[in-house]
């Protein structure tokens, strides 16, 4: 026979406090409410067919296949056919506002900032000892040694060390500016000096530079660093009250001050 154990709101409240969760649930909720404000502001609506059309890609995505499916799906996580219509709704909204506010601004930003999506395809191997990366270095350079078997004898990682060191392809904004700034410097295919950096000394080698196109998938990601950019802002203007277990939590951008009923300060 199963033990039954009691669960409630204050719970799972005091739960997403002590496992340092409250921050990032209440950035989401206020996330929320700024999109809804500001739909609301420049009135912003949705119509059954895009609801529809959104339901049925969410479903797709989570490969609910069938009316079963989706019930177990809202079952597992505690929504009912509203919650999930809400859920709905709140997604087709953030994607209709993104559009509104930066759909006519990303091509321009793309030109404006093209270096920042070119990618670089690259081989690396970490190491701790100067001595040996320039030995390494020189060995590659006359040709005496190759980068794969650089990578065999001196990366760790299984993975990696089996792809030769490969990183695949990589942004400007995913490297070191160190070794951000000698990549895209270079000329493919090109071995890079070592490069010492806080975390060790890197053997690089450059084997191709991949200029960006614009595309959609380009175009998807602008959007999301233009909304993001566009949240932050918002975020540091707003002023959120709380009255949550009898404690009212005053927070004035990102700082909270918390006035218990008693009166006292913590």
């Given at each position: 026979m199963k033990k039954a154990i009691s669960v409630n709101s204050e719970d799972i409240f005091n739960h997403l406090k002590v496992s340092c969760q409250f921050?990032?649930?209440?950035?989401?909720?206020i996330t929320c409410k700024i999109i809804e404000s500001k739909a609301a502001e420049i009135g912003l609506t949705i119509n059954l067919k895009e609801l529809q059309k959104a339901s049925d890609n969410f479903r797709l995505s989570q490969q609910l296949q069938t009316i079963q499916d989706t019930e177990i799906w809202l079952q597992k996580h505690h929504l009912?056919?509203?919650d999930f219509e809400k859920l709905i709704y709140t997604n087709v909204l953030s994607q209709k506002l993104v559009e509104h506010l930066f759909s006519d601004r990303v091509e321009a930003h793309f030109y404006q900032h093209q270096l920042d999506y070119a990618g670089a395809a690259i081989y690396e191997v970490l190491l701790n000892d100067e001595d040996?990366?320039?030995?390494?270095?020189?060995?590659l350079e006359e040709e005496e040694i190759s980068f794969h078997e650089v990578a065999?004898?001196?990366?760790?990682?299984p993975d990696l060390r089996r792809a030769g060191g490969y990183r695949g392809i990589l942004s400007r904004r995913e490297l070191p500016?160190?070794?951000s700034h000698a990549v895209f410097a270079a000329h493919p295919p090109k071995l890079l000096k070592p490069?010492?950096?806080s975390t060790?000394?890197?053997l690089i080698l450059v084997e191709e530079i991949i200029q960006p196109q614009f595309n959609e998938q380009i175009r998807k990601q602008i959007l999301g660093e233009l909304f993001s950019q566009w949240l932050q802002r918002q975020m540091k203007d707003v002023e959120i009250e709380m009255d949550l277990n009898g404690e009212e939590i005053?927070?004035?951008n990102g700082k909270a001050n918390k006035e218990f009923s008693n009166g006292s300060m913590v």
């Open positions: 921050p990032s649930i209440l950035e989401s909720i009912s056919l509203d040996i990366a320039i030995e390494l270095y020189c060995a065999r004898q001196y990366i760790k990682e500016a160190e070794i490069i010492t950096t060790g000394i890197y005053e927070l004035y």
